[in-house]
């Protein structure tokens, strides 16, 4: 890691998990999303807010394009300290083991080393813990996040389930490239495409009253064909994405996510000289985020039997 030198660290001895929302000291001050978090409520719904989303938007969507959006409502939670990786971890949950609490995950991630603070600096890990606390397969996805591994981010969510990213947040929460100084995680879980042809799936989509432009998948018993992030048809992708500082959704472009992840090099300076102790993986910020992604599947015995990850070779 370039920058700052910090080993990998036992975890520390065990700690009461963190209460949801709250603060784990009473007398600290909030941050400023804790405040703006608390007086709000999240949107529900699979379509309810990301087509608030577009409707603010209209005029950044070209009407020459044919518009899909598939989502799937995930819920949202503030987080309390360096939680973001394990924020995210909990929203996807609620898609495949909605029971699960936060301080488990929390003390989980503990147990195994992956942690100190809350942090996740690692994808590998992330894939890890997703695995023993959702009982979920994780598919690591690395090497860049372009070209193939789009194809599968797009696919996956087309498919209704969530993606872990982690990239460079800007002071709106939206993607930017800070050389991973500030680093965070965001879970994903719906897809906007333009395309210059007709709707992939239009047999099982339908204009929604409001925003007619804007088609929606509905039938999610039937299979339709997703489009390749290769497909020369394939104009325009967003991913629908939530973070542990807002309740809401954000709608960011695929390419600048992209971007912004694959630029993750080193821990901000302020952080390796403020005295507290973090986990980093050989190789630092680097080696654990960059061009990385995590696929979160519901386990089937197909999958069980065909597609384990091989969970040894993530050790």
């Not at 603060?23 to 999303?33: C, G, P």
């Not at 901000?268 to 403020?274: A, E, I, M, S, Y």
């Not at 005295?275 to 190789?283: E, I, K, N, R, S």
């Amino acid at each position: 890691m370039s920058g700052c030198s910090m080993p990998h660290l036992p975890p520390p001895p065990p700690a009461l998990p963190p209460s949801t929302g709250a603060s784990q000291n009473s007398s600290e001050k909030k941050k400023l999303y804790q405040t703006i978090g608390s007086n709000r409520s999240p949107v529900e719904g699979d379509y309810t807010e990301p087509l608030l989303i577009i409707r603010h938007r209209e005029s950044s969507f070209s009407r020459a394009l044919h518009w899909t959006l598939v989502n799937t409502y995930v819920p949202s939670l503030i987080q309390d300290g360096p939680q973001c990786g394990l924020v995210a971890l909990w929203m996807a949950a609620h898609l495949l083991r909605p029971s699960i609490d936060m301080g488990a995950i929390f003390q989980a991630a503990l147990a195994r080393g992956f942690t100190a603070q809350g942090e996740m600096f690692s994808a590998r890990n992330m894939a890890l813990l997703a695995e023993e606390v959702c009982g979920c397969k994780a598919e690591l996805l690395s090497g860049r996040l372009s070209g193939r591994n789009a194809t599968r981010i797009i696919k996956h969510l087309w498919n209704r389930q969530p993606v872990l990213i982690p990239y460079d947040e800007d002071y709106n929460h939206e993607p930017c490239q800070r050389s991973g100084h500030k680093a965070h995680w965001a879970v994903a879980s719906g897809v906007l495409l333009g395309m210059d042809q007709g709707d992939p799936g239009t047999d099982i989509t339908q204009p929604d009253p409001t925003l007619p432009w804007i088609h929606l998948l509905q039938d999610f018993s039937s299979p339709s064909t997703c489009p390749s992030a290769d497909n020369s048809h394939l104009k325009e992708v967003y991913i629908l994405a939530k973070q542990g500082k807002s309740l809401r959704y954000q709608l960011w472009n695929l390419d600048d996510v992209i971007r912004s992840n694959e630029q993750l090099r080193a821990l901000d300076p302020q952080r390796c000289g403020d005295g507290t102790m973090y986990v980093l993986p050989q190789g630092g910020v680097e080696a654990g985020l960059a061009g990385q992604a995590v696929l979160l599947h519901v386990r089937t015995l197909c999958d069980s039997k065909a597609h384990k990850m091989d969970l040894n070779s993530l050790q």
